[in-house]
Every structure is written in structure tokens, then in C-alpha cells.
């Protein structure tokens, strides 16, 4: 009876001191997660306030809350729904976690923690809040393509997420970065959730869709739930996380066809407890440890903004994204999500990590939210500031970059390359898998070949070892060329779509936009690869990696612009070829393109004649890139201070919407109102 009565003390104080807490954070504009972690504090054994909750009681509300927490982002979680986030969202999503990890797992390594442990925390670090971001979406009625962009990464991003609970859980669980046993638990799980996700589907949509449409809303809910905790409690019996169990079961039952529905019922529930969960994640945070480590919470925390910032935007703009576009959803990314305390607890739990490194994520966790709302309001103006500052090379080869790559994402093009790029998409996956497995198993096998090849004597052990090195070495150089070579076959599929003004098979174009595509492609099929091997390779083989990446890519996309720049400088007139004059005769305005291209020519009686380009503001007022100014046959950077002149040809890129948007910026008059 006692232990009741605790259970009913705990859970009266804990939500009584949330909800004072949300509520006033709520008053201060801010995210209700930063209340419900100070509300942990409150109630926790750190602070000197006479309010103590059981450790033990939040903790096992909060699990209620972890487990509902991914049903509902299984609920949201389907394979049409990521396939329409498309190529943009997959890419961008993954170079971020990606990059993400690799620079807090050096970070973490070069301040003496161990392997896993590191990979732990980088991983924790390397999701943003899906929670935070769609709150002050709505309270600041954002819309439009920042919204969709970052929610598709964010999807991906959990995705990811899923993957890196998986293998560090398996990691841990064997006690240290054992390659053959991580193959051998993996293989596992892969087994297991063929095997649920297989059986499940013949039967959990079906029985949720009859449930949904005769049953009532109690019922529907009651289901749900008992489905939510009996596939995480499987989960957990097969040796597994029950949020991974709590996901499949939401993706189950989003199969149904009824996912909405029932998320809008589990909704008050899920709120519920992962507020338990943040509040129990709150009491674990020390202020003492806080202000001991506070060049540790700086650091981090800089580390997120700015690699997030930095990856996204280099993503998005691999993916034919507008730069802008980007900048503005990189800096809105800046911040470390809720899975992240779902991942840092799994590797407490285990074993894998010290619990102090609570405090110190909570402590950036706190830090980085407070620092959103400023980020998204930054985004607009770095954007501009990014777009002005941005060489006129690089700025024309993004812009006709842009301009394929939209046209690209059209729907009736989407199934267009067929079985060919698929199969070589796969190809490549393949290869980059392969490399992985080199890398983690090399050790492994180079002491069992050592053993059995080395001779007497030192002499004969180094022989040995540098024979294994030199077949190990030469099998990855094989691979990486044969990567190398299927990604330019990819690319070379790609281009050959049809795309505005023949984008993809000009001689010129193609050579600049095959460099892009196939660093997207290698990004989006080894970066996945490699943080699955991490904890595996040596600390300096991985900085010299990450180093190498990060400044070959900036070279080669230099070097292709500057190429690009002196092929159009020398022949600039078929950017010309069916130029638009809205605000001629009929004949001056021929048939739209389906794709993000278009080219407005200036006539007598356009209404902008005369006006700068500033002082129009077309990529701020319609969201389109102006990618060049073409008069008499030559390329002028389209700086502010240009005058439009009669006969200048705009060349524009963006969706179609924006581009509609933009020839109606030019056709008003200056004084605001449409020509008669």
C-alpha cells in the first residue's frame, strides 16, 4: 500500500511542478521540454528544494513515454510518405546525421572517452527535435517549402535514428565494438524484424482497419495501446530496445490506413509521459556537473549549430535544393532532439556510458532550444547574406544546378530511369557495405592470418601483417574504384532525362552537374556505412578521412564552376532560346516549361524597365534563384545596382509556383499596382 501511495505522490508532484513550469515557459515563448527538464530539477535530488520525487517512479513513467513516443513516430512513418520527402530529404537527412557523428564522435575521442561511449553521445547529438521544431512551426505559422523541407529531413532523420539504436544497443550489449559479434546481433535483428514486420502486416492493418471503421474511439485506442506495449515487450524478450518494438508497431498499424486516427487519439497519452520522461531526464541533471563542465556544454553546443548549419546546406544544395532553401534549414536544425536522451539512456543503461553524461546533454539539449527561435529568425537573413557574398561561378552553377535537379523532381518524371538506376543505386550500397566490412573485420583477420602465416621470428610476424595489410588495402582500392565508376554511370543515367532547356545534355552543363551528382550519391551511400563501422576505425585514420571529405568537396564544386563559368562567358546565347516577354505580343511568350527553368526577355513594354534589380528583390519576393543577366550575348552578375535595360534575357530558376510569382514581380508598376 505504501508503495501506491508513493506512486500516486510522485506522480501528483511531478505533474504539479510540470505544469508550472511548462506554463511559465510557455509565457517566455519557449519549448515546453525546456519546463518539464527544469521541473526535473526541481523535484530531483540535486537541487536544494524540499520536493523529491522516487527516481525510480518517473523512470518507469518516462519508459511509458519513450515507448509512446516512437509508436507515434512509426505511426508517421511509411515508406509513400518517405519516398514523396524523395531524394532531397534522404540525402540531406543523411549527410547531416552522418556528418554529424563522425565530428562528435572525433570530439568525444580527443577528450580521452572510449569508443563507444563516444559513438553513444556523437549519436545523441546527431538527432534534431521533432518536438521543438513543429511547436514553434505552428506558433509562428511557418509554412511553405522551409516546413516541408525540414520535416522530410527530420523523418529521415528518425529513420537514421532507429538504425543508430539498433547497432550501438547491439554494440553494447556485447560489451565493446566487436565487429564479427555486431554482424552476428545485427543479422539477428534483421532476422527478427523480417520476421515481425512480415507476419505483422498479414495481420495488424487488417484487424486495425476493422476495429477503426466498426468499433468505437475506446476501443481503437485500447487496441493501439496493447499493440504499442506488446510489440515493445517482444522486443525486449528477443533482446532488443522496446522503442524499436514501439516503432514497428506504430508502422504496422500506419499500414491501416487509419495511422491518423489513432494518433490523434494516443496523442494526449504520448504528451503525457514524455513529459514523465523529460522530467526524469531532468532529475539526473546536476547543476553542479553543469557549471563544472560548462566549456564542455559551449563546445558541443557549437559543434551542433554549426555542423548541422554547415551539413544541411551543403545537402540540400547537392540535392538541387535553393541554396537559401538550405541556409535557412540548416541554422532551423541547430538543436539536439528528444531521441537523443532515448539514445544516451539505452547506452547509460547498458553500461556503455557515464551517467554524468546526462547533465552535460541535458545541459546542451537546454542550450540549443533556447538558441532555435533566434536561428530560425536568422535564417532569412544569412540566407541573403550567403546569396550576396557568393561568388558569381558558384552562384550560376547552383542556379542551373537548381534548374535540372527541379525538373528532375517532377512527378512525372520520378519513375522515369526505371530498373537501370535503381539496380546501379543498389550496386553502389553494395560496394560501400562491402568496405565497411573490410574495415571492421580487418583486424580480426589479420590476426588469425598473421597466426597462420607468420614465420619464426619477428621478422616472419611483420611479414605476415603486411601481407594481410597489402590484401586488405588492395581490396578497398578495387571497391573504391568500382564505387567511383558506378557512381559516374548514375550520374551519366540521370543527365540523360529530359530536363529544361536541355540542361542534362549540354556538353557543358553535363561535365558540372556529373561532379554534384556523384558526390550526393557516394555521400548518401558511404556515410551510412561508415558510421556503423565507427567505433572501429583508429582515431587518426578518421580525421584524416573527415578532413579529406570535407575539403575535397568545396575543390571539386569550385573547380566545376569556374569551368562552368568560362563555357557559358564564351557561348551564353542559348540561355536565350525561348525566352519569355509576358508583357509583349502573344507571339513573344511562347508555352512554359514543366520544369524550374525560365528565361524572361525584357521588352519596351515591360513595367520593371529601368528598376534595379535590388529594388525588385526577386529571390526574397518570390523565392526564385536569378541565376544570370544576359545583354547583348554576354554573362553580367546580377548585382543590386543593376539596371534593367531593353533586351535583357533574366534567367531564372525555381519551382513553378515561384517562377509565376516572379514574372508577376516584374510585370508590376513601380508604384505597386499591375500594368493596364
Known sequence: MEDHARLLLDLAMVLGVAALTSVLFQ?????????????????????????????????????????LLMFTIGLEFSLPRLLRAGPPALLTGTLQVGTQLVAGFLVARLLGWAPLESAFFAASLSIASTMILAKLFDERGIRGALKDTVLGVLLVEDLHAVLLLAALTAAASLGGPSAGAIA???????????????????VVPRMVRWVADHARDEVLLVVAAALCFGLAQLAAWAGFSVAMGAFVAGMLVCESGRGRKVEHLVHPLRDLFAAMFFVAVGMLMEPAVV?????????????????NAVAVTVGATLAGLPLALGVRAGLALGQVGEFGF?????GIGLGAVDPSRYALLAAICVATALATPALISAGE??????????????????????????ALRAPALRKAPGAAVRRTFLQLLLDAILIGLVGALAPRVMRMATAWLEGPGAFGHTLAQGAVLLAASALVVLLVGRMLRRSRVLAERLLDLPGPGDLGTRPD?????????????????????????????????????????????PLLVWRRARGLQRDLSADAEWMGTDARDPWGTPEAAPALHSGG????????????????????????????????????GHLLEPRPEARLQAGDLLALSGPASALDQAEALLGREPGGGLPA
Open 27 to 67: 509565457k517566455l515563448k519557449q519549448p515546453a521540454v525546456l519546463g518539464y527538464l527544469l521541473a526535473g530539477m526541481i523535484v530531483g535530488p540535486h537541487v536544494p528544494v524540499p520536493l523529491v520525487a522516487d527516481l525510480g517512479n518517473v523512470r518507469l513513467m518516462g519508459e511509458l513515454g519513450v515507448i
Open 184 to 202: 552476428g546481433t545485427l543479422l539477428k535483428l534483421g532476422v527478427f524484424l523480417a520476421v515481425l514486420v512480415g507476419a505483422g502486416r498479414l
Open 291 to 307: 557549471l563544472r563542465d560548462w566549456p564542455l556544454v559551449l563546445l558541443f553546443t557549437t559543434l551542433v549549430i554549426v555542423v
Open 342 to 346: 532515448i539514445l544516451l539512456s539505452a
Open 381 to 406: 537573413p544569412a540566407a541573403r547574406l550567403a546569396e550576396r557574398h557568393l561568388p558569381l561561378a558558384l552562384k550560376t552553377y547552383l542556379g542551373l544546378y537548381q534548374s535540372w535537379a527541379a
Open 509 to 553: 552543363t553535363r561535365r558540372a552537374f556529373r561532379t554534384g551528382l556523384r558526390l550526393g550519391v557516394l555521400l548518401l551511400t558511404g556515410l551510412p556505412v561508415l558510421a556503423a563501422v565507427l567505433a572501429l576505425i583508429p582515431l587518426a585514420s578518421l580525421g584524416a578521412l573527415g578532413a579529406a571529405v570535407a575539403l575535397a568537396i
Open 597 to 632: 527553368w525560365r528565361t524572361l526577355r525584357i521588352g519596351p513594354r515591360c513595367p520593371s524597365l529601368g528598376r534595379n534589380l535590388g529594388d525588385l528583390d526577386l529571390p526574397g519576393g518570390s523565392g526564385v534563384v536569378l541565376v544570370a543577366l544576359l545583354r547583348e
